[in-house]
Protein backbone atom coordinates (compact mmCIF):
# COMPACT_ATOMS: atom_id res chain seq x y z
CA UNK A 1 0.00 0.00 0.00
CA UNK A 2 1.43 3.36 -1.17
CA UNK A 3 1.51 6.60 1.27
CA UNK A 4 0.46 9.64 -1.29
CA UNK A 5 1.36 13.03 -0.04
CA UNK A 6 -0.23 16.28 -1.22
CA UNK A 7 1.24 19.30 -0.22
CA UNK A 8 -0.94 22.72 -0.47
CA UNK A 9 -0.91 26.05 0.64
CA UNK A 10 -4.50 25.99 2.23
CA UNK A 11 -7.42 23.96 2.13
CA UNK A 12 -10.05 26.52 1.27
CA UNK A 13 -12.34 27.26 -1.39
CA UNK A 14 -10.94 27.34 -4.90
CA UNK A 15 -10.15 24.88 -8.10
CA UNK A 16 -6.66 23.36 -6.56
CA UNK A 17 -8.36 22.78 -3.37
CA UNK A 18 -11.39 21.35 -4.89
CA UNK A 19 -9.14 18.77 -7.44
CA UNK A 20 -6.91 17.81 -4.96
CA UNK A 21 -9.88 16.74 -2.41
CA UNK A 22 -11.48 14.73 -5.57
CA UNK A 23 -8.39 13.11 -6.19
CA UNK A 24 -7.97 11.67 -2.49
CA UNK A 25 -11.16 10.88 -2.33
CA UNK A 26 -10.11 8.24 -5.72
CA UNK A 27 -6.75 7.79 -4.43
CA UNK A 28 -8.68 6.25 -0.68
CA UNK A 29 -10.92 4.02 -3.21
CA UNK A 30 -8.14 2.59 -4.80
CA UNK A 31 -6.20 1.57 -1.54
CA UNK A 32 -3.92 4.08 -0.80
CA UNK A 33 -2.98 6.37 2.29
CA UNK A 34 -2.86 10.06 1.81
CA UNK A 35 -1.28 12.35 3.93
CA UNK A 36 -2.51 15.94 3.20
CA UNK A 37 -0.40 18.66 3.84
CA UNK A 38 -1.68 22.42 4.17
CA UNK A 39 0.21 25.62 5.10
CA UNK A 40 -2.97 27.82 6.68
CA UNK A 41 -5.83 26.47 8.67
CA UNK A 42 -8.98 26.18 8.07
CA UNK A 43 -10.98 22.77 5.81
CA UNK A 44 -13.61 24.18 3.03
CA UNK A 45 -14.23 20.67 1.82
CA UNK A 46 -15.26 18.82 5.48
CA UNK A 47 -15.56 15.57 3.70
CA UNK A 48 -11.97 15.40 3.49
CA UNK A 49 -12.05 14.88 7.65
CA UNK A 50 -14.61 11.91 7.14
CA UNK A 51 -12.15 9.96 4.91
CA UNK A 52 -10.81 6.70 6.07
CA UNK A 53 -6.90 6.80 5.48
CA UNK A 54 -6.37 10.24 5.22
CA UNK A 55 -4.19 11.84 7.73
CA UNK A 56 -4.58 16.14 7.53
CA UNK A 57 -1.85 18.02 8.99
CA UNK A 58 -0.75 21.52 9.40
CA UNK A 59 2.37 23.38 8.82
CA UNK A 60 1.78 26.91 9.15
CA UNK A 61 4.21 29.66 8.08
CA UNK A 62 4.63 32.78 10.48
CA UNK A 63 5.75 34.44 7.62
CA UNK A 64 5.27 34.93 3.76
CA UNK A 65 8.54 32.97 3.42
CA UNK A 66 9.06 31.20 6.25
CA UNK A 67 12.84 28.77 6.20
CA UNK A 68 11.30 26.87 9.42
CA UNK A 69 8.36 25.06 6.70
CA UNK A 70 11.65 23.24 4.80
CA UNK A 71 13.19 21.61 7.87
CA UNK A 72 9.21 21.02 9.90
CA UNK A 73 8.43 19.24 6.17
CA UNK A 74 11.61 17.09 5.81
CA UNK A 75 10.62 15.98 9.51
CA UNK A 76 7.04 14.96 7.99
CA UNK A 77 8.18 13.43 5.43
CA UNK A 78 11.23 11.38 7.10
CA UNK A 79 8.33 10.41 9.99
CA UNK A 80 5.76 8.85 7.21
CA UNK A 81 8.53 8.48 4.41
CA UNK A 82 5.40 9.11 1.62
CA UNK A 83 5.62 7.66 -1.96
CA UNK A 84 5.26 10.57 -3.88
CA UNK A 85 5.02 14.13 -2.90
CA UNK A 86 2.39 16.14 -5.21
CA UNK A 87 2.46 19.82 -4.71
CA UNK A 88 -0.55 21.94 -5.66
CA UNK A 89 1.28 25.54 -5.83
CA UNK A 90 4.85 26.53 -6.41
CA UNK A 91 5.28 27.63 -2.73
CA UNK A 92 5.23 24.02 -1.08
CA UNK A 93 7.21 22.75 -4.34
CA UNK A 94 9.72 25.18 -2.90
CA UNK A 95 9.11 23.56 0.30
CA UNK A 96 9.39 20.04 -0.48
CA UNK A 97 12.65 20.01 -2.36
CA UNK A 98 14.89 19.34 0.13
CA UNK A 99 12.70 16.29 1.72
CA UNK A 100 12.58 14.82 -2.25
CA UNK A 101 16.13 15.31 -2.62
CA UNK A 102 17.22 14.19 1.23
CA UNK A 103 14.96 11.31 1.18
CA UNK A 104 14.72 10.30 -2.67
CA UNK A 105 10.69 11.11 -2.90
CA UNK A 106 9.31 11.52 -6.33
CA UNK A 107 7.76 14.84 -6.63
CA UNK A 108 5.36 15.81 -8.77
CA UNK A 109 4.61 19.78 -9.25
CA UNK A 110 0.62 20.20 -9.91
CA UNK A 111 0.34 24.03 -9.56
CA UNK A 112 0.54 24.95 -13.34
CA UNK A 113 -3.61 26.38 -13.47
CA UNK A 114 -3.45 29.46 -14.86
CA UNK A 115 -1.74 30.95 -17.73
CA UNK A 116 0.07 34.35 -17.12
CA UNK A 117 0.73 36.28 -20.12
CA UNK A 118 4.50 37.43 -18.06
CA UNK A 119 5.26 35.78 -15.28
CA UNK A 120 6.06 37.60 -12.29
CA UNK A 121 9.72 37.68 -11.04
CA UNK A 122 8.68 35.22 -7.91
CA UNK A 123 6.90 33.13 -10.37
CA UNK A 124 9.42 32.58 -12.60
CA UNK A 125 12.15 31.68 -9.90
CA UNK A 126 9.60 29.21 -7.95
CA UNK A 127 8.27 27.62 -10.42
CA UNK A 128 11.69 26.89 -12.46
CA UNK A 129 13.50 25.67 -9.32
CA UNK A 130 10.66 23.48 -8.57
CA UNK A 131 10.64 22.05 -12.06
CA UNK A 132 13.99 20.98 -11.66
CA UNK A 133 13.58 18.81 -8.75
CA UNK A 134 10.39 17.29 -10.11
CA UNK A 135 9.56 14.02 -11.38
CA UNK A 136 6.69 15.25 -13.22
CA UNK A 137 4.81 18.77 -13.92
CA UNK A 138 1.44 18.87 -14.41
CA UNK A 139 -0.28 21.23 -16.33
CA UNK A 140 -4.18 21.45 -16.68
CA UNK A 141 -4.19 23.69 -20.10
CA UNK A 142 -1.85 24.26 -22.86
CA UNK A 143 -2.16 27.82 -22.43
CA UNK A 144 -0.47 27.49 -18.98
CA UNK A 145 2.28 24.72 -19.98
CA UNK A 146 3.11 27.67 -22.37
CA UNK A 147 3.48 30.06 -19.95
CA UNK A 148 5.56 28.41 -17.86
CA UNK A 149 7.36 26.52 -19.86
CA UNK A 150 8.58 23.06 -18.00
CA UNK A 151 10.94 20.73 -19.16
CA UNK A 152 8.68 18.88 -22.34
CA UNK A 153 9.90 15.56 -21.76
CA UNK A 154 8.80 15.47 -17.66
CA UNK A 155 5.21 17.43 -18.65
CA UNK A 156 1.92 16.06 -18.75
CA UNK A 157 -1.26 17.84 -19.90
CA UNK A 158 -4.59 16.76 -17.73
CA UNK A 159 -7.05 19.41 -18.17
CA UNK A 160 -9.62 20.05 -14.82
CA UNK A 161 -12.66 17.64 -14.90
CA UNK A 162 -16.36 18.22 -13.84
CA UNK A 163 -18.28 15.84 -11.47
CA UNK A 164 -21.64 16.06 -13.13
CA UNK A 165 -22.99 14.08 -10.33
CA UNK A 166 -22.86 16.78 -7.72
CA UNK A 167 -25.15 18.51 -9.83
CA UNK A 168 -27.74 16.01 -8.97
CA UNK A 169 -31.13 15.71 -11.35
CA UNK A 170 -32.21 18.11 -13.91
CA UNK A 171 -35.06 18.83 -12.33
CA UNK A 172 -33.57 20.25 -8.93
CA UNK A 173 -34.08 23.87 -7.93
CA UNK A 174 -31.73 26.93 -7.45
CA UNK A 175 -31.87 29.48 -4.77
CA UNK A 176 -31.84 32.99 -5.95
CA UNK A 177 -35.13 32.67 -7.61
CA UNK A 178 -38.52 32.18 -5.36
CA UNK A 179 -41.01 34.37 -3.97
CA UNK A 180 -38.64 36.29 -1.90
CA UNK A 181 -35.57 36.19 -4.19
CA UNK A 182 -34.85 37.48 -7.56
CA UNK A 183 -38.13 35.83 -9.18
CA UNK A 184 -38.23 36.59 -13.10
CA UNK A 185 -35.21 38.58 -13.35
CA UNK A 186 -32.71 37.88 -16.25
CA UNK A 187 -29.66 36.35 -14.17
CA UNK A 188 -25.63 36.97 -14.98
CA UNK A 189 -23.27 35.29 -12.56
CA UNK A 190 -19.70 35.60 -11.90
CA UNK A 191 -18.05 32.72 -9.55
CA UNK A 192 -14.57 33.64 -9.01
CA UNK A 193 -12.20 35.11 -5.93
CA UNK A 194 -11.43 38.46 -5.63
CA UNK A 195 -8.31 39.22 -6.07
CA UNK A 196 -5.77 40.93 -8.31
CA UNK A 197 -5.89 37.98 -11.37
CA UNK A 198 -9.39 38.55 -11.57
CA UNK A 199 -11.38 41.18 -13.20
CA UNK A 200 -14.70 41.74 -11.55
CA UNK A 201 -14.43 45.52 -11.92
CA UNK A 202 -14.68 45.43 -15.68
CA UNK A 203 -18.26 43.10 -15.60
CA UNK A 204 -19.38 45.78 -12.77
CA UNK A 205 -18.92 48.54 -15.57
CA UNK A 206 -20.52 46.28 -18.07
CA UNK A 207 -23.59 45.80 -15.83
CA UNK A 208 -23.65 49.71 -14.97
CA UNK A 209 -23.93 50.47 -18.57
CA UNK A 210 -26.87 47.52 -18.93
CA UNK A 211 -28.41 48.92 -16.09
CA UNK A 212 -28.95 52.70 -17.14
CA UNK A 213 -31.37 50.98 -20.13
CA UNK A 214 -32.90 47.78 -18.44
CA UNK A 215 -33.58 46.67 -14.97
CA UNK A 216 -35.46 43.44 -15.49
CA UNK A 217 -31.36 42.04 -15.12
CA UNK A 218 -29.31 41.01 -11.82
CA UNK A 219 -25.56 40.74 -12.13
CA UNK A 220 -24.57 38.25 -9.33
CA UNK A 221 -21.34 37.71 -7.68
CA UNK A 222 -20.29 34.57 -6.11
CA UNK A 223 -16.86 34.58 -3.54
CA UNK A 224 -14.78 36.70 -1.42
CA UNK A 225 -11.03 38.53 -1.13
CA UNK A 226 -9.03 41.36 -0.59
CA UNK A 227 -10.25 43.45 -4.06
CA UNK A 228 -14.34 42.68 -2.54
CA UNK A 229 -14.06 46.08 -0.75
CA UNK A 230 -13.35 48.03 -3.62
CA UNK A 231 -15.03 46.54 -6.39
CA UNK A 232 -18.45 46.84 -3.49
CA UNK A 233 -17.44 50.46 -3.18
CA UNK A 234 -18.24 51.08 -7.22
CA UNK A 235 -21.92 50.94 -6.76
CA UNK A 236 -22.82 54.65 -6.30
CA UNK A 237 -27.13 54.66 -6.57
CA UNK A 238 -29.58 52.75 -5.37
CA UNK A 239 -30.55 50.64 -8.74
CA UNK A 240 -27.15 49.80 -8.79
CA UNK A 241 -27.17 48.24 -5.04
CA UNK A 242 -30.51 46.78 -5.68
CA UNK A 243 -29.36 44.65 -9.46
CA UNK A 244 -25.35 44.10 -8.61
CA UNK A 245 -25.12 41.64 -5.38
CA UNK A 246 -22.18 40.31 -3.97
CA UNK A 247 -23.09 37.11 -2.17
CA UNK A 248 -19.34 36.37 -0.61
CA UNK A 249 -17.89 33.02 -0.05
CA UNK A 250 -20.27 30.42 0.15
CA UNK A 251 -20.25 26.68 1.14
CA UNK A 252 -19.17 24.43 -1.87
CA UNK A 253 -22.11 22.66 -2.53
CA UNK A 254 -24.12 25.77 -2.39
CA UNK A 255 -22.95 27.37 -5.04
CA UNK A 256 -24.10 24.95 -7.73
CA UNK A 257 -27.67 25.76 -6.80
CA UNK A 258 -26.66 29.48 -7.26
CA UNK A 259 -25.37 29.00 -10.36
CA UNK A 260 -28.25 26.43 -11.63
CA UNK A 261 -30.27 30.32 -11.42
CA UNK A 262 -28.05 31.90 -13.82
CA UNK A 263 -29.30 32.37 -17.07
CA UNK A 264 -25.48 33.59 -18.15
CA UNK A 265 -22.08 32.44 -16.86
CA UNK A 266 -19.60 35.53 -16.83
CA UNK A 267 -16.06 35.14 -15.79
CA UNK A 268 -13.90 38.82 -16.60
CA UNK A 269 -10.25 37.56 -15.54
CA UNK A 270 -6.59 38.50 -16.09
CA UNK A 271 -5.11 34.88 -16.57
CA UNK A 272 -6.85 31.82 -16.22
CA UNK A 273 -5.84 28.08 -16.73
CA UNK A 274 -9.12 25.93 -17.11
CA UNK A 275 -11.67 27.60 -15.11
CA UNK A 276 -13.49 25.37 -12.89
CA UNK A 277 -16.41 28.16 -12.69
CA UNK A 278 -16.68 28.12 -16.35
CA UNK A 279 -16.50 23.95 -16.08
CA UNK A 280 -19.39 24.16 -14.02
CA UNK A 281 -21.41 26.98 -16.37
CA UNK A 282 -20.94 24.34 -19.08
CA UNK A 283 -21.99 21.59 -17.11
CA UNK A 284 -24.97 23.33 -16.08
CA UNK A 285 -26.22 24.44 -19.73
CA UNK A 286 -25.26 27.67 -19.38
CA UNK A 287 -23.82 30.27 -22.41
CA UNK A 288 -20.52 31.73 -20.94
CA UNK A 289 -19.32 34.92 -21.73
CA UNK A 290 -15.27 35.52 -20.75
CA UNK A 291 -12.15 36.49 -20.93
CA UNK A 292 -10.32 35.41 -24.29
CA UNK A 293 -6.80 34.88 -22.66
CA UNK A 294 -5.20 31.76 -21.13
CA UNK A 295 -7.07 28.06 -21.06
CA UNK A 296 -10.21 29.64 -21.81
CA UNK A 297 -10.38 29.04 -25.84
CA UNK A 298 -9.36 25.84 -24.74
CA UNK A 299 -12.70 25.16 -23.44
CA UNK A 300 -14.95 27.90 -24.41
CA UNK A 301 -15.73 27.60 -28.59
CA UNK A 302 -16.13 31.02 -29.53
CA UNK A 303 -20.00 31.15 -30.95
CA UNK A 304 -20.70 27.73 -30.01
CA UNK A 305 -20.83 27.68 -26.16
CA UNK A 306 -20.13 31.24 -25.60
CA UNK A 307 -18.46 34.26 -26.82
CA UNK A 308 -14.73 35.67 -25.59
CA UNK A 309 -13.94 39.01 -25.30
CA UNK A 310 -10.64 40.79 -24.78
CA UNK A 311 -9.09 41.59 -21.28
CA UNK A 312 -10.91 44.39 -19.76
CA UNK A 313 -12.70 45.44 -22.87
CA UNK A 314 -16.09 46.57 -21.15
CA UNK A 315 -17.37 47.53 -25.09
CA UNK A 316 -17.33 44.32 -25.96
CA UNK A 317 -18.28 42.59 -22.55
CA UNK A 318 -21.68 44.76 -22.88
CA UNK A 319 -22.21 44.05 -25.91
CA UNK A 320 -22.11 39.65 -25.91
CA UNK A 321 -23.97 40.00 -22.34
CA UNK A 322 -26.88 42.14 -24.02
CA UNK A 323 -27.11 39.98 -27.00
CA UNK A 324 -27.73 36.72 -24.71
CA UNK A 325 -29.96 39.32 -22.52
CA UNK A 326 -31.86 39.79 -25.85
CA UNK A 327 -32.34 36.13 -27.77
CA UNK A 328 -33.48 33.45 -25.50
CA UNK A 329 -33.06 30.19 -28.01
CA UNK A 330 -29.39 31.33 -28.24
CA UNK A 331 -28.79 30.96 -24.67
CA UNK A 332 -30.17 27.31 -24.82
CA UNK A 333 -28.66 26.49 -27.95
CA UNK A 334 -25.16 27.83 -26.44
CA UNK A 335 -25.73 26.06 -23.11
CA UNK A 336 -26.64 22.49 -24.51
CA UNK A 337 -23.19 22.70 -26.39
CA UNK A 338 -21.42 23.65 -23.47
CA UNK A 339 -22.88 20.61 -21.43
CA UNK A 340 -22.34 17.97 -24.27
CA UNK A 341 -18.18 19.48 -24.42
CA UNK A 342 -17.85 18.68 -20.49
CA UNK A 343 -19.28 15.15 -21.07
CA UNK A 344 -17.25 14.85 -24.00
CA UNK A 345 -14.17 16.11 -23.02
CA UNK A 346 -14.14 17.62 -19.46
CA UNK A 347 -14.95 14.95 -16.87
CA UNK A 348 -13.71 14.75 -13.53
CA UNK A 349 -13.01 10.59 -13.93
CA UNK A 350 -10.97 11.14 -17.08
CA UNK A 351 -9.17 13.88 -14.56
CA UNK A 352 -8.54 11.38 -11.87
CA UNK A 353 -7.56 8.56 -13.92
CA UNK A 354 -5.05 10.77 -15.86
CA UNK A 355 -3.24 11.58 -12.52
CA UNK A 356 -3.82 7.81 -10.94
CA UNK A 357 -1.62 6.56 -14.28
CA UNK A 358 0.88 9.16 -13.40
CA UNK A 359 1.17 7.80 -10.01
CA UNK A 360 1.37 4.44 -11.11
CA UNK A 361 3.72 4.81 -13.64
CA UNK A 362 5.82 6.76 -11.04
CA UNK A 363 5.71 3.97 -8.54
CA UNK A 364 6.45 1.84 -11.00
CA UNK A 365 9.78 4.10 -12.31
CA UNK A 366 8.56 4.08 -15.78
CA UNK A 367 8.99 6.89 -18.16
CA UNK A 368 6.18 9.09 -18.67
CA UNK A 369 5.55 7.42 -22.59
CA UNK A 370 2.90 9.77 -23.61
CA UNK A 371 3.40 13.08 -21.51
CA UNK A 372 0.14 14.41 -22.68
CA UNK A 373 -2.51 11.84 -21.51
CA UNK A 374 -0.90 10.07 -18.62
Known amino acids: MSLLLHFIDH????????????????????????????????????????????????????????????????????????????????????????????LRIPMVSAFIQDAPTVLSRGQRLRSQLAFRFSRAIVGNSSAGIRSYAPPPARTVLIPTGYDLARLGPDSDAGILRGPRGLGTARIVGMVASFSEFKDQPTLIRAAQRILRTRQDVVFVFVGSGPTLPACQAMLDNDTERGHILFLGAVPGDTVEKIVRDFDIGALATFTEGISNSIVEYMALRKPVVATDGGGTPDLVEEGASGFLVPAGDVDSLEARIRQLLDDHALCRRMGEHGRQRIVRDFLIGDTLEKFCALYRRLLSRAPLEDRRAA
Do not use: N
Open 11 to 102: LGAGGKERQCVELVKVLVRQGHQVCVVSMEHGLFYKELETLPGVRIEYLVRQTRFDPKIFLAFLRLCRQLRPDIITAWHSMPAVYAIPAAVL
